[in-house]
């Protein structure tokens, strides 16, 4: 009964505020506003793709109700919507024939509110959405995290459909005796074929291929450090990571109380075909650092981030780690012999003072995005950090539009190239939400936008960042307890396949093992 008489409330306000909207045509109804409704999110000017799934906002302007009318400029198809609280939810069936009859062209959103005490309709100014005709991938995966400094008690790998609001666990860490789960790393988009990393009594790499959970442990007795920052090359036989011994340091300085470092870093290329490690060599391994792997897709060119080593003990101060500055650079790889060119400078970072991050190549080969911060190799704790993006053929750089005063970091590209995502903490400095970006063949760009939730007032309310967002272009086949099962795999130990140098920061002394 009381389900009946919402339902029968919800009607009659329907009614009588376009029975309002029909009389206001008389002089001075209704009373317009110069100016665009304030809405959260703020979804004005943003470009969308055309399977994006609703645009729920809420409005923050005052008032007893108020209506929302979308229509396509192309047709002039229209969805009304009328709220009694602001909330704009809009039917997903309707959504999507408006996102079709939009295609390449926009939606105008007109809103108006109403001030029942004195019968007042306010009507704003008009705002539009670009629909772009690209398509978006279909999910968007990444994990769900507390943003602090060592609590991994609740973590999730989550799946979402960026078409709708469906939204599955791949693994959660409750049910793997709360292990670490971090770095998952998809091979071509492909939700068939990735790989997730998990650290603790369960620890090791979870290959993830046609249905088959392998585990494996890459780490061989000359690594310093596990694999970390995966990437995989295109063919899906190698692997390239980098092998870290991470270290943090706290400090009393309100403005910078953690910062996140490397003692050591190299880089290594797993052989899934021969279940071997391959060290990436350099001419000198002691006095630089090498980390952040990542393949151009044709999967010729391996970048990476490469700095001179100015720290010399594991508690360093914080001057010694801000003079680190991470310079993007490459080697041509050649998969028949597993070896390695030259390093070749692309981007110099360390000669503005600044350090690079995050290299991700557009997968039509033409775009490279970074992460550009003051110092350093973590930039998710550098509110600078910006994302730049420099272009593979005029070799010219920008910073991207999208950036803001916070945090800008963890992006990746859809299979089109015509999608970027990346982790922003614009919201409360704290923690991260999830933007996607439209950018065209030649770098341009829309106007950024965050992941629509069904309850458009959810990241004002919730704690965990959306940490390494990746698009996949379907769903990932696997749920918490098929993955919780293969954690009794005994480890599948990887051979060496080169000499690897181990080397000592604190004497130099460098060690090649064969084992």
Not at 43 to 64: D, R, W
Not at 73 to 86: A, E, N, P
Not at 208 to 224: F, L, N, S, W, Y
Not at 285 to 302: N, R, V
Request: aromatic share 12%.
């Amino acid at each position: 009964m009381g389900l009946r008489k919402l339902m029968l409330r919800q009607l009659l306000l329907v009614i009588g505020f376009f029975l309002i909207l029909k009389c206001s045509n008389d002089p001075g109804n209704p009373v317009k506003i110069d100016r665009k409704p304030d809405i959260l999110p703020d979804y004005t000017g943003v470009t969308i793709p055309p399977n994006i799934a609703p645009m729920n906002f809420s409005i923050l302007e005052k008032g007893q109700s108020f209506n929302v009318i979308a229509t396509s400029r192309l047709t002039g198809y229209q969805v009304k919507i009328t709220s009694s609280d602001g909330m704009i939810h809009f039917p997903e069936k309707r959504w999507r024939k408006l996102l079709k009859e939009s295609l390449g062209d926009s939606i105008i959103f007109r809103i108006y509110s109403l001030d029942k005490p004195v019968n007042k309709l306010v009507e704003y100014n008009s705002f539009a959405m670009i629909v772009a005709k690209e398509k978006i991938d279909a999910y968007l995966v990444y994990r769900l995290i507390l943003p602090g400094y060592y609590s991994w008690s609740d973590i999730k790998i989550v799946q979402r459909s960026t078409e709708s609001f469906s939204v599955h666990s791949i693994i959660e860490n409750q049910i793997i005796e709360k292990n670490c789960a971090n770095c998952h790393s998809f091979n071509n988009n492909n939700p068939a074929r990735f790989m997730i990393h998990v650290r603790g009594s369960l620890g090791g790499t979870y290959f993830v291929e046609d249905g088959k959970i392998t585990r494996t442990d890459p780490k061989i007795d000359a690594m310093t450090g596990g694999a970390t920052y995966p990437s995989w090359h295109p063919g899906g036989r190698f692997l390239a990571f980098s092998t870290n011994q991470v270290k943090q340091s706290f400090y009393s300085d309100s403005a910078k109380n953690i910062e996140v470092f490397d003692l050591t870093s190299s880089l290594v290329l797993y052989d899934r075909k021969n279940n071997e490690i391959v060290n990436i060599t350099e001419s000198d391994t002691i006095k630089h650092l090498l980390t952040f792997p990542s393949w151009s897709p044709d999967g010729k060119y391996l970048y990476f981030c490469k700095a001179l080593q100015n720290i010399n003990s594991s508690d360093p101060e914080l001057e010694q780690i801000k003079n680190t500055h991470y310079d993007l650079v490459r080697k041509s790889f050649d998969p028949e012999t597993r070896t390695f060119g030259e390093t070749e400078l692309v981007y110099n970072a360390s000669g503005l003072n600044r350090s690079a991050s995050f290299p991700r190549i557009s997968p039509d080969g033409k775009h490279l995005v970074f992460t550009l911060a003051d110092y350093g190799t973590f930039p998710i704790w550098h509110r600078e950090a910006d994302l730049y993006m420099f272009d593979l053929k005029s070799k010219s750089v920008k910073r991207m539009d999208i950036n803001s005063n916070e945090t800008e970091s963890y992006h990746s590209w859809s299979l089109n190239s015509n999608w970027l995502v990346f982790s922003s903490k614009r919201t409360d400095g704290r923690s991260a939400r999830p933007y996607i970006v439209y950018v065209d063949s030649s770098g341009n760009q829309g106007k950024e936008f965050v992941l629509p939730q069904e309850d458009p007032s959810l990241y004002g309310r919730m704690l965990e960042s959306f940490n390494i967002p990746e698009f996949v272009n379907g769903r990932v086949e696997l749920n918490p307890r098929e993955f919780a099962k293969a954690t009794r795999q005994k480890p599948l130990k990887a051979r060496s396949g080169n000499p690897l140098i181990t080397i000592d920061i604190l004497t130099g002394a460098k060690t090649n093992s064969l084992k």
